[in-house]
C-alpha cells in the first residue's frame, strides 16, 4: 500500500492549526534558550533510521506466535511497508537485510524498488545461528568459532556471500552477530573458540572489498547460556582492533546486562573511533527487543547525548555512524511498533540538540553535579514533540504518523491485500 501526498494532506489539513499554536511557543521558548531552532530542525529532518527487514511481522516468543496478518511474504513487500512508513515519517529510508531471511535475487530490480520508494540499504546481516535446509554443516557447535575448519570455512564464505548480496544493492557494510558459544562449562576450550573466530573473522574481513565495513555486535548470553565467544564491548573492541581500520563495536541497546552503563561504553568507542552504530530496542530484563524508548527513554537520551557531544568533538556528522532498529515483539502492529521507535530515537536526539552544553561544562569543570543534573533535564524534561512534527511537516510527512496510519486503515488494507494467516520470514 502506498500513501500519497494528498492522503498526508488530507491528515495534516485539520491539525495544522493547533500544531501552530504548540509549535510557536516551543519555537519561543527554544530560541530563548539560545537554541540554534533553524539548524536543529536541519539535523532532524537529516536522520534516517534503518527498518529491519527481519521486524515486519509480528514477531512470536519460543512459546507462542499471534499473527495479526497482513505481514509481508517477500522482499518487495516488506521494502513497500517500510516506503510507507517513510511516507509516514521520513526519518525511516533505509532498509537492512538478514540473508538468507531475505535474498535479494534480483538486484537490479530490487535496485529500482527502492529508488522508487526513496529507500537506500544499510547494513546487510549475516546469520550463522541457525541452520538452513540445503546447508552441508550444522552450526549446532558454534559457526566461526567451530573446531571443524569445514564448518569454519562454511561460516567464512557465509559471510563472503552476504557481503556480495550487499555490494550488489549499494551498501558496503556487513554486520555480524554470533549466537556462538557454550552451554556447560568446560564444552569449549574458551582460548581457542575466541583465537579461532578472530581467525575467521580476519578471513572475512581479508575478502571484503577495500571499501567494506565490518560491524561486531556482542551480546551476554542467549542462545548460548554459559558462555559466549563475543559476549561485551571489551571483547567486540578486542577483535576489531585486530581485524583493522575497517572493523567497528556495534552496540545492540538489549545485548547489556541489567543497569550497564551503556552510555559510557558509547563514549568510549567513540573516543577510540571504534563505534560503529546501533541496534535499538528497548528492554527491562535482558534482550527483550521491545520497542525503543518504552522502558528507559531517559537511558536513551543520555546516549545520544554522548553521540551528540562526541561526534561534535571530532567534528564528524551523525551519518558517519549506523542507526537501526533490532526490535520485534509478539503483541503490537509492527509497523505501528516501528513508527514509535523511529519517533523515541528522534526525541532522544533532539533532547540532546538542545542541551546547554557550555553550562553542563561549566557545572563539570566546577565539580557541581547539581547543576550538571540540571543542564541535562532541563532538555530531557522539555517536551519536544512539536519540534519532530514541525520537521516532519516541513518534510512533506505526517503530523502524526500513528494517527495517519491508523486513519488510512492501513492494517485491515494489507489483510485484505495480504491474507490474515501470513507470517514474514524473521525473529
Ligand atoms: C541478536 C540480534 C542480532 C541479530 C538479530 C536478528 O539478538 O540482535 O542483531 O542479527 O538479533
Ligand atoms: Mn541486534
Ligand atoms: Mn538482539
Given at each position: 500500500?502506498?500513501?500519497?501526498?494528498?492522503?498526508?494532506?488530507?491528515?495534516?489539513?485539520?491539525?495544522?492549526?493547533?500544531?501552530?499554536?504548540?509549535w510557536?511557543?516551543?519555537?519561543?521558548?527554544?530560541?530563548?534558550?539560545?537554541?540554534?531552532?533553524?539548524?536543529?530542525?536541519?539535523?532532524?529532518?537529516?536522520?534516517?533510521?534503518?527498518?529491519?527487514?527481519?521486524a515486519?511481522?509480528?514477531?512470536?516468543?519460543?512459546?507462542?506466535?499471534?499473527?495479526?496478518?497482513?505481514?509481508?511474504?517477500?522482499?518487495?513487500?516488506?521494502?513497500?511497508?517500510?516506503?510507507?512508513?517513510?511516507?509516514?515519517?521520513?526519518?525511516s529510508?533505509?532498509?537492512?537485510?538478514?540473508?538468507?531471511?531475505?535474498?535479494?535475487?534480483?538486484?537490479?530490480?530490487?535496485?529500482?524498488?527502492?529508488?522508487?520508494?526513496?529507500?537506500?540499504?544499510?547494513?546487510?546481516?549475516?546469520?550463522?545461528?541457525?541452520?538452513?535446509?540445503?546447508?552441508?554443516?550444522?552450526?549446532?557447535?558454534?559457526?566461526?568459532?567451530?573446531?571443524?575448519k569445514?564448518?569454519?570455512?562454511?561460516?567464512?564464505?557465509?559471510?563472503?556471500?552476504?557481503?556480495?548480496?550487499?555490494?550488489?544493492?549499494?551498501?558496503?557494510?556487513?554486520?555480524?552477530?554470533?549466537?556462538?558459544?557454550?552451554?556447560?562449562?568446560?564444552?569449549?576450550?574458551?582460548?581457542?573458540?575466541?583465537?579461532?573466530?578472530?581467525?575467521?573473522?580476519q578471513?572475512?574481513y581479508?575478502?571484503?572489498?577495500?571499501?567494506?565495513?565490518?560491524?561486531?555486535?556482542?551480546?551476554?548470553?542467549?542462545?548460548?547460556?554459559?558462555?559466549?565467544?563475543?559476549?561485551?564491548?571489551?571483547?567486540?573492541?578486542?577483535?576489531?582492533?585486530?581485524?583493522?581500520?575497517?572493523?567497528?563495536?556495534?552496540?545492540?541497546?538489549?545485548?547489556?546486562?541489567?543497569?550497564?552503563?551503556?552510555?559510557?561504553i558509547?563514549?568510549?568507542?567513540?573516543?577510540?573511533?571504534?563505534?560503529?552504530?546501533?541496534?535499538?530496542?528497548?528492554?527491562?530484563?535482558?534482550?527483550?527487543?521491545?520497542?525503543?524508548?518504552?522502558?528507559?527513554?531517559?537511558?536513551?537520551?543520555?546516549?545520544?547525548?554522548?553521540?551528540?557531544?562526541?561526534?561534535?568533538?571530532?567534528?564528524?556528522?551523525?551519518?558517519?555512524?549506523?542507526?537501526?532498529?533490532?526490535?520485534?515483539?509478539?503483541?503490537k502492529?509492527?509497523?505501528?511498533?516501528?513508527?514509535?521507535?523511529?519517533?523515541?530515537?528522534?526525541?532522544?536526539?533532539?533532547?540532546?540538540?538542545?542541551?546547554?552544553?557550555?553550562?553542563?561544562?561549566?557545572?563539570?569543570?566546577?565539580?557541581?553535579?547539581?547543576?550538571?543534573?540540571?543542564?541535562?533535564?532541563?532538555?530531557?524534561?522539555?517536551?519536544?514533540?512539536?519540534?519532530?512534527?514541525?520537521?516532519?511537516?516541513?518534510?512533506?510527512?505526517?503530523?502524526?504518523?500513528?494517527?495517519?496510519?491508523?486513519?488510512?486503515?492501513?492494517?485491515?488494507?494489507?489483510?485484505?491485500?495480504?491474507?490474515?494467516?501470513?507470517?514474514?520470514?524473521?525473529?
Amino acid at each position: 500500500m502506498q500513501i500519497t501526498k494528498e492522503q498526508l494532506q488530507q491528515h495534516n489539513e485539520p491539525q495544522l492549526k493547533k500544531h501552530q499554536a504548540q509549535w510557536t511557543a516551543l519555537r519561543q521558548q527554544l530560541e530563548e534558550r539560545g537554541v540554534d531552532v533553524a539548524s536543529t530542525l536541519q539535523q532532524l529532518r537529516q536522520f534516517q533510521v534503518a527498518i529491519p527487514s527481519w521486524a515486519l511481522g509480528t514477531g512470536g516468543t519460543r512459546f507462542g506466535r499471534f499473527p495479526i496478518g497482513g505481514a509481508p511474504l517477500n522482499l518487495e513487500e516488506k521494502m513497500m511497508d517500510i516506503g510507507m512508513l517513510h511516507a509516514l515519517n521520513r526519518s525511516s529510508g533505509a532498509i537492512s537485510l538478514h540473508i538468507p531471511w531475505d535474498i535479494p535475487d534480483n538486484a537490479a530490480h530490487i535496485r529500482a524498488l527502492a529508488t522508487e520508494l526513496d529507500l537506500r540499504f544499510d547494513a546487510v546481516n549475516s546469520n550463522t545461528f541457525q541452520d538452513q535446509p540445503d546447508q552441508q554443516r550444522s552450526y549446532r557447535f558454534g559457526s566461526l568459532c567451530h573446531t571443524d575448519k569445514e564448518v569454519r570455512r562454511q561460516a567464512v564464505e557465509h559471510n563472503l556471500e552476504v557481503v556480495r548480496y550487499g555490494a550488489e544493492l549499494g551498501t558496503n557494510v556487513l554486520s555480524v552477530w554470533l549466537s556462538d558459544g557454550s552451554n556447560f562449562p568446560g564444552q569449549y576450550h574458551m582460548q581457542g573458540a575466541l583465537q579461532r573466530t578472530l581467525e575467521s573473522l580476519q578471513s572475512i574481513y581479508a575478502g571484503m572489498p577495500d571499501d567494506f565495513l565490518l560491524f561486531l555486535e556482542y551480546k551476554p548470553f542467549e542462545p548460548a547460556f554459559y558462555a559466549t565467544v563475543i559476549p561485551d564491548w571489551g571483547t567486540s573492541f578486542l577483535l576489531v582492533n585486530k581485524l583493522g581500520d575497517r572493523a567497528r563495536t556495534l552496540v545492540d541497546l538489549g545485548h547489556h546486562l541489567p543497569n550497564t552503563n551503556i552510555e559510557q561504553i558509547v563514549s568510549t568507542l567513540l573516543a577510540e573511533d571504534r563505534l560503529a552504530g546501533f541496534h535499538f530496542n528497548d528492554s527491562k530484563f535482558a534482550d527483550d527487543d521491545l520497542t525503543t524508548g518504552s522502558i528507559k527513554p531517559y537511558q536513551l537520551f543520555l546516549i545520544f547525548y554522548e553521540l551528540v557531544d562526541g561526534m561534535r568533538r571530532k567534528q564528524r556528522p551523525m551519518q558517519d555512524l549506523g542507526w537501526m532498529i533490532d526490535a520485534s515483539h509478539n503483541i503490537k502492529d509492527p509497523l505501528e511498533d516501528l513508527l514509535q521507535s523511529v519517533d523515541a530515537i528522534l526525541l532522544a536526539y533532539a533532547q540532546a540538540l538542545i542541551v546547554d552544553t557550555p553550562g553542563l561544562q561549566q557545572a563539570q569543570e566546577e565539580n557541581d553535579p547539581v547543576l550538571a543534573q540540571e543542564a541535562l533535564q532541563d532538555a530531557f524534561r522539555t517536551d519536544l514533540r512539536p519540534l519532530l512534527a514541525e520537521a516532519r511537516l516541513q518534510d512533506g510527512a505526517a503530523l502524526s504518523p500513528i494517527h495517519c496510519y491508523r486513519e488510512l486503515q492501513v492494517r485491515k488494507n494489507l489483510i485484505a491485500a495480504r491474507g490474515e494467516k501470513t507470517i514474514a520470514t524473521g525473529l
